[in-house]
């Protein structure tokens, strides 16, 4: 036991704080981890990221996410009101975002705009997901007003992809045609096969001059 360093006329409460504390320096106690984002217990990495000024903070960010924004956290402000610093941002959400500065859009831009372009539909894009959602097209927005330059203004532009072709058929078909005239006679006279008639097919008539008809 180290001897004691109380002076001699402790009092009793004195040397029970001592006794009960004496191998307190036994307790393991991660000291030099407390400031390394990827050795500190998740528990207290919170504490880490607000001593850093971690601008933004997700309870629902993974492990590996909280880790990174305070690994990041005192580069990202060295280059914080810069292009790059946006970039930085972008690229934590999603790799398919790209930035256009005013200079670069055709035609150009009012200056000193840009914007943030999310492709959530097209060649090599899966749509819906995520990226198609209102809270993240939010949370870009946030975040990136967090680090760009202040007299910059921008705004997020989500695209759409597509595609199309017009198929094209030929289709040849051979007619004839020929044409007749004809005089077209309407028949008046009754149909004799309802009335009866002799072996040479002309019809009996009653003394009346009426027809003699097939009818019971």
């Known amino acids: 036991m180290t001897p004691s360093l109380l002076p001699p006329n402790a009092t009793p409460l004195e040397r029970a704080a001592e006794s009960a504390t004496a191998r307190i320096g036994d307790v393991p106690f991660p000291v030099e981890a407390l400031g390394d984002p990827q050795r500190i217990p998740l528990r207290w990495l919170p504490w880490l990221a607000w001593g850093l000024s971690v601008d933004s903070w997700d309870d629902d960010w993974s492990e590996a996410e909280k880790r990174a924004a305070v690994a990041g956290s005192i580069a990202l402000h060295r280059i914080k009101g810069t292009r790059?610093?946006?970039?930085?941002?972008?690229?934590?959400?999603?790799?398919?975002?790209?930035?256009?500065?005013?200079?670069?859009?055709?035609?150009?831009?009012?200056?000193?705009?840009?914007?943030?372009?999310?492709?959530?539909?097209?060649?090599?894009?899966?749509?819906?997901?995520?990226?198609?959602?209102?809270?993240?097209?939010?949370?870009?927005?946030?975040?990136?007003?967090r680090v760009k330059p202040a007299r910059e203004h921008f705004r997020l532009v989500q695209t759409l992809g597509l595609e199309g072709a017009i198929g094209i058929q030929g289709v040849a078909r051979l007619t004839g045609a020929v044409r007749q005239d004809m005089a077209a006679n309407f028949d008046t006279s009754p149909a004799w096969a309802a009335y009866l008639q002799t072996e040479d097919g002309e019809p009996l008539q009653e003394d009346s001059g009426a027809f003699l008809d097939t009818a019971p």
């Open 84 to 145: 790059a610093s946006v970039e930085t941002v972008l690229g934590r959400f999603d790799q398919l975002l790209h930035l256009v500065e005013w200079h670069q859009a055709a035609p150009r831009a009012d200056p000193h705009t840009f914007e943030v372009r999310l492709p959530i539909a097209g060649d090599g894009v899966e749509p819906g997901g995520r990226r198609a959602t209102a809270a993240f097209a939010e949370a870009i927005i946030r975040e990136v007003s």
